[in-house]
């Protein structure tokens, strides 16, 4: 079985563009990639996410794992392929930098409560579960280069512990942590971390990066009696979700995909078979459990085959068919 790539074609713009680029590997100048990022770049609904980033970073966060969140928002606009440049970009990247802690990440305002180790007041900082991700987003935006954009990613990288990333905050945000032991790794700020590291070439290959993997992959291999900061890798982890926004299977496999050098890995190799089993006879997937944020799009809905969903999980498919490199299911 191979992915149904006409299918995928006669998606939309935006599903259209990544295919071409991500699964038919055509380059960002040919005729047909051109025209279809034209076209996801006029799309309605992606202009709508430009224009209410534009007033970034909007509302108070109150639980990073809400969908709506504007910096999930922020990571899907770059995982489409927007960059610097494009109508609306430049003017959230300068939101962005506009917020850098002496510290070196971005910040975000926050409020939290003094029943959990925070001030109760509003104010701004940053979370190793939020400002690894605003920081993925400008390195996809085109500043991986940039020297504020460096200076966070080293602040961020210099958290790690012996068992990987663990939940930290900045100085602002007080006592604050997750609900679990302090010596335990964060399980999402691990992912966050790998997602951003992934992207640059200097630490693809860090021994940051294999801490951080190999953290996420014990805790799939113990996942039945370990449970750090109440992250589970059970039947919920395991349903198909989109866009990639938490701690879920599909955006595990995405990021860890990234990394040749897990090639292999059985441990891997068993969350990818897991992956594969949820395909259909025509080589489509169809989205397990919904972000309600989500709904106006083509992946907001689970009576029929996601065009998105497909392609990010052929897309994964297609990074651990190390042998041969051919996009097939057995």
């Known amino acids: 079985m191979n992915p149904p790539i006409d299918w995928l074609l006669q998606g939309e713009p935006y599903i259209v563009y990544r295919t071409r680029r991500d699964l038919l590997g055509q380059a960002e100048d040919h005729p047909q990639v051109i025209a279809a990022r034209q076209a996801m770049l006029a799309q309605a609904p992606v202009q709508a996410l430009v224009t209410e980033l534009a007033n970034w ?6 639980s990073h794992k809400s969908a709506g969140q504007p910096f999930h928002k922020l990571t899907f606009l770059a995982d489409l392929g927007l960059r610097a440049g494009d ?8 939101r962005i930098l506009a917020h850098q802690s002496a510290e070196g990440p971005f910040q975000l305002p926050v409020n939290i409560p003094e029943h959990y ?4 007041q509003e104010t701004w900082g940053w979370a190793l579960c939020d400002a690894p ?3 993925y987003a400008l390195v996809k935006f085109g500043l991986g280069d940039d020297a504020r954009v460096r200076a966070a990613v080293d602040h961020l990288t210099g958290l790690l512990r012996e068992n990987g990333w663990p939940c930290a905050v900045s ?7 997750g609900p679990g032991r302090k010596e335990d790794p964060c399980p999402f700020a691990n992912l966050a971390m790998l997602k951003l590291l992934a992207e640059l070439d200097d630490w693809r290959d860090s021994a940051a990066c294999r801490t951080g993997a190999h953290t996420l992959l014990e805790l799939w291999q113990e996942s039945r009696a370990r449970h750090p900061y109440m992250f589970y890798m059970g039947t919920d982890f395991r349903k198909l979700k989109v866009p990639l926004v938490w701690y879920d ?9 990234r990394f040749p050098w897990l090639q292999g890995d059985p441990r891997l190799l068993d969350m990818v078979d ?3 089993g949820k395909a259909d006879a ?5 989205v397990e459990s919904l972000w309600t944020a989500w709904k106006g799009w083509e992946f907001g809905q689970k009576k029929q085959p996601s065009r998105w969903l497909t392609l990010l999980a052929w897309r994964v498919i297609g990074n651990f068919e190390y042998q041969n490199k051919s996009l097939s299911l057995p």
């Open 57 to 62: 970073p909007g509302k108070v966060i109150s």
């Open 274 to 276: 897991v992956l594969k």
């Open 282 to 286: 025509q080589g489509q997937f169809t």
């Open 117 to 120: 180790g925070g001030t109760g």
């Open 133 to 135: 991700l605003v920081v």
């Open 87 to 94: 109508p609306g970009v430049d003017a959230i990247i300068e």
């Open 249 to 257: 299977l599909l955006h595990v496999l995405a990021v860890i995909g």
């Open 171 to 177: 100085k602002e945000l007080g006592k604050f942590r």
